[in-house]
């Protein structure tokens, strides 16, 4: 039948030649023969794909059961992890001594650059809570970290009609939680998809017939970049599409095999859950999937202060409890559930304020000498008892702001009045950058020899580095002034109540 069913061809060929060539030089056995070698070689080609087709086919079982078996074993051995990351350590192998469980591949390289490429164990959520942890493909040259799963072969998407008819679920060789931990924390991760088609477009007139599936299941049209509401592909960004008014390769009517190959950016929604595809309806259609391995790269890094629960894990914090970070203004405290991952309701909750400073600031001063009356200009002081970050200058009697800050300011002091039945007062200020802040005054009348009395004022002040303080007199009835001596009257104390880091 198959020998009658290729003459009945060759003829068919031949009468259309002729046909179409009337005066054709060539004998009919000679056109018969040439027909009959170009379809020996149309068979060879066909018994060569579907060879092709079935080595293809034999590669993705065998790749399906490595996988399966690795998957299955990876509970076993993720039993004896954890036995080891409880007591905080696990036995390297690789290095021969016992070592905190790295979180990333960059992790492993830091600690023994001489480590070659291959299979590790990391604990992205953090050693001894969290997930088990997870078998990786570490590169050792750039850091890098793959997660493997069960669809990396070449896969044939079959016949069929409707959109998304072959739907086929991603397996990875990780839960969902150690690779959203993965993710935060480097810098990038990335997944690459390939789709070699011949007559299967994604899309037809605004209907979609293939997409993929997100971390949280939601369905992208988009095969190459950042996320985008868009259906594109690489080339469509390229502007390079085999038929320029087309986003993909595979959109395109051409009946011949083409390519969309992209690489997917965003790693808020990978990796990659489930592939979908559809319209291969003709005898000719065809589509081949191939999803990369989830990788990620770098590791993101805290500079200064930390500002949350997020930094804090970032640096190497897995222990749950209260911390001090670096709020809006005011060093903060904030308690931290490392139990979650950042994205977790509860993951974080702050607390109020922590009264921290990064250099202590405070002076107490004092006269000895026994008559000052002069006004308008700065009390010097003699004596330091403290002057703990060296901002008060004495033979000047100014204070100088160091940082930005909320300070407290104290004055007293020991004015003595004539003998006399007349009103005396004495009225002083504080005086910030030669503006009067606030003053104290006292008086009396009908005074004795020798008679005393104290003045004071107290003040709190926000101060920039530079602002400059003092105490001075502003009035003075003639006959008075400031009395001390051993005793030590006069007195003129300060403080940093409060430091402004995110202006220090």
């Keep these: 039948?198959?020998?009658?069913?290729?003459?009945?061809?060759?003829?068919?060929?031949?009468?259309?030649?002729?046909?179409?060539?009337?005066?054709?030089?060539?004998?009919?056995?000679?056109?018969?023969?040439?027909?009959?070698?170009?379809?020996?070689?149309?068979?060879?080609?066909?018994?060569?794909?579907?060879?092709?087709?079935?080595?293809?086919?034999?590669?993705?079982?065998?790749?399906?059961?490595?996988?399966?078996?690795?998957?299955?074993?990876?509970?076993?051995?993720?039993?004896?992890?954890?036995?080891?990351?409880?007591?905080?350590?696990?036995?390297?192998?690789?290095?021969?001594?016992?070592?905190?469980?790295?979180?990333?591949?960059?992790?492993?390289?830091?600690?023994?650059?001489?480590?070659?490429?291959?299979?590790?164990?990391?604990?992205?959520?953090?050693?001894?809570?969290?997930?088990?942890?997870?078998?990786?493909?570490?590169?050792?040259?750039?850091?890098?970290?793959?997660?493997?799963?069960?669809?990396?072969?070449?896969?044939?998407?079959?016949?069929?009609?409707?959109?998304?008819?072959?739907?086929?679920?991603?397996?990875?060789?990780?839960?969902?939680?150690?690779?959203?931990?993965?993710?935060?924390?480097?810098?990038?991760?990335?997944?690459?998809?390939?789709?070699?088609?011949?007559?299967?477009?994604?899309?037809?007139?605004?209907?979609?017939?293939?997409?993929?599936?997100?971390k949280t299941g939601k369905a992208n049209y988009f095969w190459s970049g950042f996320n985008s509401s868009v259906h594109v592909c690489q080339c469509g960004i390229d502007h390079n599409c085999v038929e320029a008014f087309m986003p993909c390769n595979c959109d395109s009517g051409l009946p011949a095999l083409l390519t969309d190959d992209g690489v997917i950016t965003d790693k808020s929604i990978l990796p990659i859950t489930r592939l979908n595809f559809g319209r291969t309806i003709l005898e000719s259609s065809s589509g081949v999937h191939t999803l990369g391995r989830f990788e990620c790269t770098g590791q993101v890094v805290v500079s200064g202060m930390p500002s949350s629960c997020e930094d804090l894990w970032h640096i190497g914090h897995t222990l749950s409890g209260l911390y001090a970070v670096m709020g809006i203004a005011k060093v903060q405290s904030i308690y931290c559930d490392f139990s979650k991952l950042s994205s977790d309701a509860g993951f974080e909750k702050w607390i109020g304020f922590a009264d921290v400073k990064s250099a202590p600031t405070y002076f107490y001063v004092q006269r000895n000498s026994s008559i000052f009356n002069a006004t308008n200009i700065a009390i010097p002081f003699e004596t330091a008892k403290l002057n703990i970050g060296g901002a008060f200058d004495l033979p000047s009697g100014i204070f100088t702001a160091p940082r930005t800050g909320t300070y407290f300011f104290s004055f007293i002091g020991f004015p003595e009045f004539p003998t006399s039945s007349s009103l005396f007062r004495i009225t002083v200020a504080l005086v910030l950058n030669g503006n009067r802040i606030g003053v104290g005054e006292v008086e009396e009348a009908n005074s004795i020899s020798n008679q005393n009395d104290q003045v004071s004022l107290q003040s709190t002040l926000s101060l920039k580095p530079g602002d400059k303080i003092w105490i001075e007199i502003v009035g003075l009835s003639e006959g008075m002034y400031l009395f001390d001596g051993n005793n030590h009257y006069n007195h003129f104390s300060g403080w940093l109540l409060e430091e402004e880091f995110s202006l220090s």
Aim: aromatic share 6%; with cysteine; proline share 3%.
């Design 1 to 214: 039948m198959a020998r009658f069913s290729r003459i009945h061809l060759l003829f068919g060929l031949l009468v259309l030649a002729c046909w179409n060539c009337s005066t054709c030089a060539l004998s009919l056995e000679e056109k018969l023969q040439i027909l009959t070698e170009k379809l020996e070689i149309v068979e060879a080609k066909v018994k060569h794909l579907e060879s092709e087709n079935s080595k293809l086919k034999t590669k993705n079982e065998q790749q399906d059961s490595i996988l399966t078996d690795l998957l299955q074993n990876r509970r076993q051995t993720n039993e004896e992890l954890k036995l080891s990351s409880n007591n905080g350590l696990l036995e390297n192998q690789s290095i021969g001594k016992s070592a905190a469980m790295p979180r990333t591949c960059r992790e492993t390289r830091l600690s023994n650059p001489a480590l070659a490429s291959g299979m590790y164990w990391i604990d992205p959520d953090g050693q001894g809570v969290g997930d088990d942890p997870i078998s990786v493909y570490c590169d050792m040259t750039s850091g890098s970290t793959s997660i493997l799963h069960d669809s990396e072969s070449p896969m044939n998407v079959g016949h069929c009609t409707d959109p998304g008819c072959y739907s086929r679920a991603i397996n990875y060789n990780a839960s969902t939680r150690q690779m959203a931990a993965l993710a935060e924390l480097s810098n990038e991760c990335h997944q690459s998809i390939k789709y070699d088609c011949t007559s299967a477009p994604f899309e037809v007139n605004g209907v979609s017939y293939s997409w993929w599936n997100d």
